[in-house]
């Protein structure tokens, strides 16, 4: 009873049915597609604030509707920065 247990056990190994960097990649895609996300909507709030601080001739808020807008930039594009960071 004891070799057909044991016999079993060495038979049923198991393997994993895809490369384990696939899904490593696959995961960093996503994050990366949700960090351009949250990006995409910073840029668009820098847009309104710099459009507003126009409107109503504000130098601070114009400052920070830049700021906002670089940040935002920064943020959409953090993965092509580290490519080109990391060669």
């Known amino acids: 009873m004891m070799t057909v247990l044991f016999g079993t056990m060495l038979v049923s190994t198991a393997y994993a049915q895809s ?3 696939t899904t490593v990649n696959n ?3 996503f994050i990366f597609g949700l960090i351009r996300a949250v990006g995409m ?3 668009g709030f820098g847009v309104v604030q710099i459009g507003l601080s ?3 001739h504000d130098p601070s808020q114009r400052a920070n509707g830049f700021l906002t807008l670089a ?3 920064i943020i959409t594009f953090t993965k092509e920065i580290l490519d080109l960071i990391t060669g």
């Open 27 to 29: 995961l960093s895609n």
């Open 54 to 56: 126009l409107k109503s």
């Open 41 to 43: 909507i910073i840029l």
């Open 19 to 21: 490369d384990p960097m």
């Open 71 to 73: 940040g935002g930039v």
